[in-house]
C-alpha cells in the first residue's frame, strides 16, 4: 500500500489516542486573523483621519501617512503576526490592567493589548490607545519589574500621542516649501541622488521589531511615575540590561555542536561547520567587535544615558518578582515555533540547543529539532535550502553560531536526507498532532510524489484531523 493511501489511516489512528494528547501553546483560532476580526473593523472606524490642515496637498499626505500607520496595523492581524494564548495574554494584560488603574487620570481607557509573535526584545505603541507586546521581551525580561517598565514606556507613549504628533509633523514637513526645495534640489543635482532623496523621502513607517526614536526622554521619565503610582518599584539598572538585548545569537553554546547531534544519534563531521570556499566570506574573524553594530533598541538613546538620568529615581534593594516559569517556557516555545514557520531555520535550532544548555529537556524541543531537518531537506528539495537556513553576518553571531549555519549550509544532501528519515522514527513524536505532522513532513521532504497535488491533499489530511491544532499554521502553506 503506498504511503499516500495509508496516511487517512495514520491520522485517523492518531487522533483516537486521547492518552497520548500533549497540550499545544495555543489553538490556531488564537491567531490574530481569527481572535481579532471584529476589532479590526473597530480599529479602521476609530482611526478615522482627522481634519488636521487647511491646505489640501498637506492633509492628503496626512490622510495616506495616518492610513498607512492603520493598514499595517490591520495587515499585521489578517498575517496572524499576533496571538491571544490566554496564560501569556493573562499575565502580561494582568500589568498592563495594575498601571491603568492607578493612573486612571492619564489613562482613562484601558489600551487595546497585543501579543506579538516576533522574537525581536520589543514592545511599541501604535498610537490609538494599541500596545503591542513581544514574546520576545518577555523571554528577555529578567523580572515582572523590568517588564512593567517597558510596558509603561510604551503606554507612555501613548499617553504623550507620540505616534500621532509624529504622523502630523511627518505630514507638516511633507507639505512644506523646504521639503519642495529639497526635493527639487536633489532632482538637479547630478550624484548621489538616489541616497540623497532617500533621506529627503523618508516616510513614516510602521515597524514590529525596531523603534521609532522620537521624545524617548519624556517616554522614560512619565513610565518611571506610571511605575511609582502604582507602587512597582523602578530600577534604572533595568535600562542597563535592554543594551544586551540582541545578544541571542552571541552567545555561545556549552559544548561541541557534534554533541547536540550525538544526543540526537545522528552522525557529525566537523568538516561540515567549516567553510570550503574561499575569499572574503571565508577569512578568520574573532566574533568578538560588535561595536559598530546598532541593535533594535540602540534606535532609542543610548542605554549609559537612560540608565544616568534616572538611577536617582531607583528602589535597588526592592523585591524582584520573577516571571513565572510556565510562562517563560510557553514564550520560548512560541518564538522558536515562529522561527520556524518564518523558514528561519539556524535560529530556531540555535535556540533549541540554548534551551538544551539550560538543562530543559521537554521532548518537544527534540520535536522541532525533527522538524527543522525535516524543513532543510524539503527546501533543499526545492532548491531553496540556502534561505531556509536564514544566513547571518558574522558581525552579529558567535563562532558556534557562524559553525551551525555553515553546517547546515554544507551537510551533504544524503546526509541530510538521513537525518530526516532518524528523526522521524524517534520517540518525541508524542501528540497526535505532532504525529500527523511528521506524516505530513514526511509527504513533503521524502515522498517520491513531488507534485503540489500530493503536497496539498497531505496538508488537507492534516489540517480536516487537527482542525484546532497551531500546526495548522503551517499546513495551510500547502494547502492550495
Known amino acids: 500500500m503506498s504511503f499516500r493511501k495509508l496516511l487517512p489511516l495514520i491520522l485517523v489512528l492518531a487522533g483516537s489516542v486521547a492518552s497520548a494528547q500533549v497540550k499545544n501553546l495555543y489553538n490556531y483560532q488564537d491567531l490574530s486573523h481569527f481572535y481579532y476580526e471584529k476589532q479590526k473593523d473597530s480599529l479602521k472606524k476609530a482611526w478615522s483621519c482627522p481634519d488636521a490642515f487647511r491646505d489640501r496637498a498637506t492633509q492628503k499626505e496626512y490622510r495616506e501617512l495616518w492610513d498607512r500607520r492603520t493598514n499595517s496595523v490591520i495587515g499585521a492581524l489578517t498575517d496572524n503576526d499576533y496571538v491571544h494564548d490566554r496564560e501569556v495574554y493573562s499575565y502580561v494584560d494582568d500589568i498592563v490592567r495594575q498601571l491603568v488603574d492607578a493612573n486612571k487620570t492619564m489613562i482613562p481607557v484601558k489600551p487595546l493589548l497585543l501579543i506579538d509573535r516576533s522574537p525581536a526584545i520589543n514592545a511599541y505603541s501604535t498610537g490609538g490607545n494599541v500596545l503591542a507586546v513581544n514574546v520576545g521581551i518577555i523571554a528577555f525580561a529578567s523580572c515582572r519589574e523590568e517588564l512593567a517598565l517597558i510596558i509603561a514606556h510604551e503606554l507612555s507613549h501613548n499617553i504623550l500621542h507620540h505616534v500621532e504628533t509624529s504622523i502630523y509633523l511627518r505630514a507638516q514637513w511633507l507639505g512644506s516649501d523646504d521639503y519642495k526645495k529639497s526635493l527639487n534640489a536633489v532632482l538637479d543635482s547630478k550624484y548621489d541622488r538616489f541616497s540623497r532623496l532617500s533621506k529627503v523621502v523618508q516616510g513614516y513607517t510602521f515597524s514590529r521589531n525596531r523603534h521609532d526614536r522620537y521624545l524617548e526622554t519624556d517616554a522614560d521619565s512619565l513610565a518611571v511615575i506610571l511605575l511609582k503610582k502604582t507602587n512597582i518599584p523602578f530600577n534604572a539598572r533595568f535600562f542597563l540590561r535592554l543594551d544586551s538585548s540582541d545578544m541571542q545569537p552571541k552567545q555561545p553554546l556549552h559544548h561541541p555542536l557534534k554533541d547536540y547531534f550525538a544526543a540526537w544519534k545522528l552522525p557529525y563531521e566537523d568538516a561540515w561547520a567549516q567553510r570550503r570556499s574561499k575569499g572574503l566570506s571565508s577569512r578568520a574573524y574573532a566574533f568578538t567587535d560588535t561595536t559598530s553594530i546598532a541593535d533594535s533598541l540602540k534606535t532609542h538613546p543610548d542605554c549609559l544615558i537612560r540608565y544616568n538620568r534616572t538611577k536617582a529615581l531607583s528602589v ?25 514557520s518564518t523558514t528561519d531555520l539556524t535560529e530556531c535550532l540555535y535556540r533549541i540547543l540554548q534551551l538544551k544548555d ?33 544566513i547571518v553576518q558574522k558581525e552579529l553571531i558567535s563562532k558556534d553560531y557562524y559553525a551551525l549555519q555553515t553546517m547546515l549550509e554544507q551537510i551533504p544532501r544524503d546526509n541530510l536526507k538521513q537525518y530526516c528519515q532518524s528523526m522521524q522514527t524517534q520517540a518525541f513524536w508524542r501528540s497526535p498532532d505532532e504525529k500527523d505532522l511528521g506524516a505530513l513532513l514526511g509527504t513533503l521532504a521524502l515522498d517520491p510524489d513531488n507534485s503540489d497535488k500530493n503536497k496539498a491533499w497531505a496538508a488537507r489530511a492534516f489540517t480536516s484531523a487537527n482542525a484546532n491544532s497551531m500546526y495548522c499554521e503551517f499546513a495551510n502553506n500547502f494547502e492550495k
Do not use: C, H
Request: glycine fraction near 6%; hydrophobic fraction near 45%; charged fraction near 25%.
Open 316 to 340: 535597588a534593594t526592592a523585591r524582584q518578582t520573577p516571571i513565572p516559569a510556565p510562562i517563560v517556557e510557553k514564550v520560548n516555545k512560541m518564538i522558536i515555533w515562529d522561527l520556524y
Open 358 to 390: 539550560k538543562g530543559d529537556k521537554d521532548p518537544w524541543y527534540d520535536f522541532m529539532a525533527g522538524n527543522v531537518f525535516s524543513g532543510l531537506y524539503y527546501a533543499d528539495r526545492e532548491l531553496a535550502r540556502f534561505n531556509a537556513i536564514g
